[in-house]
């Protein structure tokens, strides 16, 4: 063989000072606590997604639809979520019954297996979830004109436990450029 090897004693040998691996472990749990906010945050979203959004999407299409039968009507009218009296709109996914199908107050959320849904129909968008008050939307009235509604309304809703994010459904008519619908997001 070709050469001699040098001695082991001249070998000079290199390895991570304590700075740089506490560094690494900085960086890391840095990382890491962004990643688990991140993580927590879209898994309240994804509930949401889950449980109050079929809940709230279910009342605006029940509150299109029912307008969409009122198409002969040229004049507006004005509805009442509810069952009795004098222009009732008995919307059964707007209204919130009992385990024995017997309606419920106003103020009775809707139960899901992910928690409690409160949801309103509101004539305007809402800033935060607060706008939202518990219960269900009984009582809430709403305009239809020629088959549409008559102006844009919201339902909205959150999730018992979920403060931060709330599910807002808005019903347009054709005076929209995208036409006449329903658009829901997570705000």
Not at 37 to 65: G, H, T, W
Not at 70 to 88: A, L, M, R
Not at 102 to 112: D, R
Not at 133 to 152: I, K, L, Y
């Amino acid at each position: 063989m070709g050469g001699v090897l040098p001695p082991l004693l001249f070998m000079k040998i290199r390895a991570f000072t304590l700075i740089e691996l506490l560094m690494v472990l900085v960086i890391i749990s840095v990382l890491v606590s962004i990643g688990l906010f991140s993580y927590a945050k879209n898994q309240r979203k994804a509930k949401l997604s889950s449980y109050a959004e079929p809940v709230v999407r279910a009342c605006a299409m029940d509150i299109f639809v029912w307008c969409l039968q009122t198409k002969e009507q040229t004049s507006p009218v004005s509805f009442v979520i509810d069952t009795v009296g004098s222009e009732p709109a008995p919307l059964k996914n707007c209204l919130v019954f009992d385990t024995s199908n017997n309606l419920q107050p106003s103020n009775a959320k809707m139960s899901t297996p992910g928690g409690a849904v409160s949801f309103k129909v509101l004539s305007t968008a809402p800033d935060t979830s607060a706008h939202i008050e518990n219960g269900n939307p009984r009582g809430s009235q709403f305009v239809c004109n020629g088959g549409q509604v008559a102006q844009d309304y919201y339902v909205a809703g959150k999730l018992d436990g979920i403060g931060d994010f709330m599910v807002v459904c808005r019903i347009t008519n054709n005076t929209h450029s995208e036409g006449a619908g329903i658009k829901c997001v997570i705000r």
